[in-house]
């Protein structure tokens, strides 16, 4: 089952609509899927592979949004966080790390539920520190889109704006880590093919159902929904190292 290109998809549907309302869900969904029958390294690969195609789409009908100062700052910088975490990973990464990420997305999540969101100033220092700092433990334990979320809450950013500068954001890991994969797991992606595929297609469609609910979304609901996100993002996270 866990396997099934069509049920991968419909599950993909699912992920990619998150995203696009949140600007993260696609790789915490899909990716914990994918592990009930494969080997981390494995699954990793297979979504990045959709990760980056909905990202791409998400991107496409978002541009416009981009708030390019937070972008230029807190964006590039938690790009290149995120990629030397992830280089690091294998030498630093740790449960305890873990944990202490799910500790921050349930203290991120519950301060935008109860309507006590910690605010970051939106200065130069801030957004690059912000950046590198998220990048860097989201790469390490290797969720990041939750994280850069997180952060990108605290600059109070227009809802389309933060979706749209996370997914800008995210397009430059992708840009990087695709041709990794590619090169590292080519006959395993060679292999899944009706699998990544039928997971494209799905995140596709849940990209294009969700983008045009940014606009009816109030911006208090919209708040208080990604904050239960992660909640939800930070349980599992600490559940699953537990």
Do not use: K
Request: no cysteine.
């Amino acid at each position: 089952m866990f396997e099934s290109p069509l049920v991968f998809g419909l599950v993909a549907v699912l992920g990619g609509s998150v995203a696009a309302v949140s600007g993260f869900g696609i790789g915490s969904i899909l990716t914990p899927w994918l592990l009930l029958s494969f080997p981390t390294a494995e699954a990793v690969a297979v979504v990045a592979v959709p990760h980056a195609v909905a990202t791409a789409v998400r991107l496409g009908r978002l541009r416009d949004a981009i708030d390019l100062p937070t972008f230029r700052q807190f964006g590039v910088a938690s790009a290149v966080g995120g990629l030397a975490g992830a280089a690091l990973q294998p030498v630093l990464g740790s449960t305890a790390l873990t944990i202490v990420l799910a500790v921050l997305l349930l203290t991120a999540g519950t301060t935008e539920l109860a309507r006590r969101p910690v605010p970051l100033p939106p200065t130069r220092f801030w957004r690059i520190s912000g950046g590198i700092l998220s990048g860097v433990f989201g790469g390490l334990v290797g969720n990041q889109g939750g994280i850069r979320s997180a952060a990108l809450l605290g600059f109070r950013l227009e809802t389309r704006a933060l979706v749209a500068t996370a997914t800008a954001s995210a397009i430059l890991v992708d840009a990087a880590r695709v041709p990794i994969y590619v090169i590292a797991q080519g006959e395993v992606l060679a292999a899944t093919a009706p699998l990544w595929l039928a997971g494209t297609a799905g995140v596709v469609v849940g990209t294009l159902i969700g983008v045009p609910l940014l606009s009816h979304i109030p911006p208090h609901l919209y708040r208080r929904m990604v904050g239960g996100l992660l909640v939800i993002l930070g349980l599992s996270l600490g559940l699953a190292a537990l």
